[in-house]
């Protein structure tokens, strides 16, 4: 069964920090690839971290320094450290799982992250 659940999502203020987590099933962990995505209404989703079965990691330029992926194998969850969280953050983040890099076929519900000048 193909299941990504993520939470974490809450409303802070600009500087501060969230922890998003993705559970996710037996068969979604083990994609080659898991990602965050993250998507502001109007806009097209924006790829923000992924991190290979082997544990390459990937992020993008608007959060290099301030996003760390991490996982707990045992749980089957990953995560998504955020600090020195900006306004240009806020969105619903997005856990994603697939064979590769570059085309998930696995998606979560979605959390939402609101940051506040």
């Known amino acids: 069964q193909v299941q990504l659940m993520e939470s974490g999502g809450d409303s802070v203020q600009a500087g501060g920090s969230l922890r998003l987590s993705c559970a996710a099933s037996?068969?979604?962990?083990?994609?080659?690839?898991m990602a965050w995505f993250r998507q502001v209404p109007g806009k097209e989703r924006e790829k923000v971290a992924t991190?290979?079965?082997?544990?390459?990691?990937w992020y993008a330029d608007s959060v290099k320094g301030r996003f760390t992926l991490s996982r707990d194998s045992a749980k089957k969850v990953l995560y998504l450290q955020m600090n020195s969280l900006k306004p240009e953050d806020t969105a619903m983040y997005y856990c994603?799982?697939?064979?590769?890099?570059?085309?998930?076929?696995?998606w979560g519900q979605g959390t939402q992250v609101t940051v506040s000048s």
């Open positions: 994603a799982a697939g064979g590769d890099c570059y085309s998930f076929t696995h």
């Open positions: 037996e068969y979604s962990y083990t994609r080659h690839c």
């Open positions: 991190i290979t079965f082997g544990g390459t990691d």
